[in-house]
């Protein structure tokens, strides 16, 4: 990973996404397979990175992380359904930080193209560049990419070793290969005679890999079906390990405090007071903050809180009022990006009726429910770091850069999730706890945060505003011009990891508002780039996140000002531009009995919203409760292509939709003296049980391509809410939190 600010600077691009060229590493180095990052001791056999065999039986390696969405499962299941082995039967683990671990699907989605419209050859090019995941060592879990990255990988890894081991049991038997059976782990004889994997382990690994065919989906026994999860049990009774439950013996507690006027440095400190209080064992100087180092982590949260610092002034302008002023000044700027330019929106139809419309939505924070932390342990020429994490191999890099080591001289063990979203493929508290272990070398160090560091340190979604411009005619919509001003978290992330800069139009910043799958024959939609310099990152469904509340609330003024049902306006558009997306509007109005009418006290809307390769629509339902808006029913389909797991793509959308409804109705970070003035979760509410709507999810598998399922439930919530509540109340909702302009039953 050392070498990727070399080779990185010799790119050419790729819609907004930065590759490297053939000609920096040839043919050879771009095709070479990585090495197997598994090491087996006595009696051990990795067959390939991701399935290692001893005497006790098999484990299998999913080195996506898990934070709750479902991916070890899975990925356990694309490799046992090969293999030939039982759920229940494997261990599952996460892989170590490797570059065989690398995510084949991260580059393809950087393609200059809409999604919904790939050619079968545009998709091919995207698995072909994928290989180049593996050249930039990109070990991680985000974009919805897990199971289009693994799908095909995981099969192939578990046929192979499966045929691998058949090899050895037939030079074992004197047998031919095609005459031998597997299944639940056993090799088996035509005359009935079993060897098992683990008796057959050490002889297959010294073989060469015997490739195979993939089985057809006609014979699949787990894939495509629910199946348990491996991690239940454990998380069911807390024997899961978080990174925030990790025990080293001899382990110190560190909590930090750190500038809370975001990117501001620090004049000087006094830490009289905490160096006074027993069990305080150093205080840090950590750069732009200070740290206390305890015997346990609330001390460290309260001597911390007892150090008076002198903190430097905002980067930025310190109210919130002045930062969205200076986002809106990027509008007087030329467009970074206009990536949908159709027919003539300058002219207006003939007979056409204009409305225009502007919307604003606030920063959010990422509010995981772990707060974040890290455990290291420095010893001089090796640095040991655990913590969960989206990005292994960026975080073994960054650390060993901190700790003055080679990246292989770093190892990460990346524990469960409690909650990424997107905030936890940045690097800041891996890298802060790597300072800390510096400091007490051979002393294992748990760096934790607490709840309002968190909420006060976080890489936000940023603030964004969207000017829209459309037209109706003769009941449908003829013209659609949209603007969109935000900071950009890909020019953000790429310089805080590589110190690179963003080339080429950010199609980050304008998804979902350049390619919602409606035809619509005079189409612009251009984005413009805020310099500001509040530190934003990706949360869940990145520029979907704004951009559907801005495109999906508009489409909605506008069938109301073409006088159609929304429902049947949205409709219309969709069935011209592409089958998928009617499909799910369909299945929502047939699963709501969707009729445009609704009662006095209700309200319904819609949104359908395409993200990550997988179109959703979503109806919300709300009620008059005594003068209170009151959440009531929810329904939701997206169409998968092809649904490894239904159930957990079910709890997905569900997932999805309660983190768009809850920043909908509650989310907001907002500043004062240029620092922000949430800090814990009464600040920064979510939907509780009480106010969950009843959810009904259908998962349609119609269209050519796997989407993704982590975070297309989030981008509809937040204008099928809206559009719900102006059906309830005849007012319009052009800036979220809903709170603010409405009274919320909480």
């Given at each position: ?50 399935v290692l065999i001893d005497q006790k039986g098999v484990t299998l390696f999913a080195p996506r992380a898990e934070m709750g969405q479902g991916v070890k499962t899975t990925w356990a299941a694309l490799i046992a359904e090969e293999l030939d082995v039982e759920l229940e039967d494997v261990r599952v683990l996460h892989g170590p930080a490797a570059r065989a671990y690398y995510n084949s699907a991260f580059m393809a989605d950087a393609l200059p193209n809409r ?37 095909t990988r995981m099969r192939q890894a578990g046929a192979t070793a499966r045929e691998t081991l058949k090899q050895a049991a037939a030079n074992h038997l004197d047998i031919p290969r095609e005459q031998l059976k597997t299944a639940k782990g056993m090799v088996q004889a035509p005359d009935g005679t079993t060897l098992s994997y683990s008796e057959l382990a050490l002889e297959a690994a010294k073989l060469n890999p015997v490739e195979a065919d993939l089985r057809p989906r006609s014979e699949w026994r787990l894939l495509g079906k629910t199946q348990p999860r491996v991690d239940m049990v454990e998380k069911a009774t807390g024997t899961a390990e978080f990174g925030i439950d990790v025990r080293q013996p001899g382990m110190k507690f560190a909590s930090v405090r750190m500038n ?487």
């Amino acid at each position: 990973m050392a070498s990727i600010g070399k080779i990185a600077r010799r790119t050419f691009l790729i819609g907004s996404a930065a590759i490297v060229g053939g000609v920096a590493f040839g043919a050879y180095y771009v095709s070479r397979p990585a090495p197997n990052p598994l090491k087996p001791g006595e009696g051990e056999a990795a067959l390939n990175p991701f399935v290692l065999i001893d005497q006790k039986g098999v484990t299998l390696f999913a080195p996506r992380a898990e934070m709750g969405q479902g991916v070890k499962t899975t990925w356990a299941a694309l490799i046992a359904e090969e293999l030939d082995v039982e759920l229940e039967d494997v261990r599952v683990l996460h892989g170590p930080a490797a570059r065989a671990y690398y995510n084949s699907a991260f580059m393809a989605d950087a393609l200059p193209n809409r999604g919904y419209d790939v050619s079968d050859f545009q998709h091919s090019i995207g698995e072909v560049l994928g290989v180049l995941g593996r050249t930039l060592n990109m070990q991680g879990t985000g974009g919805s990419t897990s199971m289009k990255d693994g799908f095909t990988r995981m099969r192939q890894a578990g046929a192979t070793a499966r045929e691998t081991l058949k090899q050895a049991a037939a030079n074992h038997l004197d047998i031919p290969r095609e005459q031998l059976k597997t299944a639940k782990g056993m090799v088996q004889a035509p005359d009935g005679t079993t060897l098992s994997y683990s008796e057959l382990a050490l002889e297959a690994a010294k073989l060469n890999p015997v490739e195979a065919d993939l089985r057809p989906r006609s014979e699949w026994r787990l894939l495509g079906k629910t199946q348990p999860r491996v991690d239940m049990v454990e998380k069911a009774t807390g024997t899961a390990e978080f990174g925030i439950d990790v025990r080293q013996p001899g382990m110190k507690f560190a909590s930090v405090r750190m500038n809370p006027r975001l990117g501001a440095g620090m004049n000087g400190f006094d830490a009289t007071e905490a160096q006074s209080m027993p069990g305080v064992e150093k205080i840090v100087d950590m750069g732009d903050g200070v740290a206390v180092v305890a015997n346990n982590t609330w001390l460290a949260m309260q001597a911390v809180e007892a150090i008076e610092v002198d903190w430097q002034e905002a980067p930025y302008p310190p109210e919130t009022d002045q930062v969205f002023a200076r986002i809106a000044e990027a509008f007087d700027d030329e467009a970074n990006s206009t990536m949908r330019d159709d027919g003539d929106v300058d002219q207006l139809p003939e007979g056409a009726v204009e409305l225009t419309a502007e919307y604003q939505l606030p920063y959010l924070a990422h509010a995981t429910m772990e707060p974040m932390n890290a455990t290291a342990l420095f010893e001089g020429d090796k640095l040991t770091l655990w913590c969960g994490n989206q990005m292994p191999t960026i975080h073994q890099w960054k650390c060993a850069a901190e700790a003055g080591l080679e990246s292989e001289q770093v190892e990460v063990h990346t524990t469960y999730l409690g909650g990424g979203f997107g905030r936890r493929v940045e690097l800041d508290f891996s890298i802060l706890a790597t300072r800390l272990a510096k400091e007490m070398p051979g002393v294992p160090v748990q760096l934790t945060w607490s709840r309002e560091e968190d909420m006060r340190h976080d890489f936000y979604r940023p603030g964004a505003i969207g000017r829209m411009r459309g037209a109706v005619k003769d009941g449908a919509a003829v013209l659609l011009d949209g603007k969109v001003a935000a900071a950009s978290p890909v020019a953000q992330v790429m310089d805080r990891i590589a110190g690179l800069p963003a080339g080429g139009p950010d199609k980050v910043h304008v998804e979902g508002f350049f390619n919602p799958p409606y035809a619509i024959p005079n189409f612009r939609m251009s984005g413009h780039l805020s310099d500001i310099s509040i530190p934003v990152g990706f949360w869940r469904s990145v520029g979907n996140s704004f951009n559907g509340f801005f495109v999906e609330s508009f489409i909605d003024e506008m069938a109301h000002k073409a006088g159609t049902d929304p429902m049947e306006f949205r409709l219309a558009l969709a069935r011209q531009e592409w089958a998928p997306a009617a499909g799910v509007l369909e299945a929502v109005k047939e699963m709501s009995n969707w009729t445009g009418q609704t009662p006095d006290g209700v309200g319904r809307g819609v949104a359908m919203c395409y993200s990550f390769g997988t179109p959703v629509a979503q109806v919300i339902e709300v009620f008059d409760d005594d003068g209170n808006i009151r959440l009531n029913k929810a329904w939701i389909a997206c169409d998968m292509g092809l649904a490894l797991d239904p159930e957990t793509v079910k709890a997905q959308m569900s997932g999805g939709m309660v983190y768009g409804l809850s920043a909908a109705l509650f989310g907001e970070i907002t500043f004062a003296n240029g620092e922000v003035e949430q800090g814990n979760f009464p600040d920064y509410d979510a939907l509780r049980m009480s106010t969950m709507p009843h959810t009904e999810v259908r998962v349609l598998e119609t269209q050519k391509h796997m989407g993704g399922a982590g975070e297309p439930g989030t981008p509809p919530a937040a204008p099928a809410l809206a559009n719900a509540i102006f059906d309830l109340t005849g007012r319009r909702a052009r800036r979220l939190p809903l709170m603010h302009d409405f009274n919320i039953w909480t």
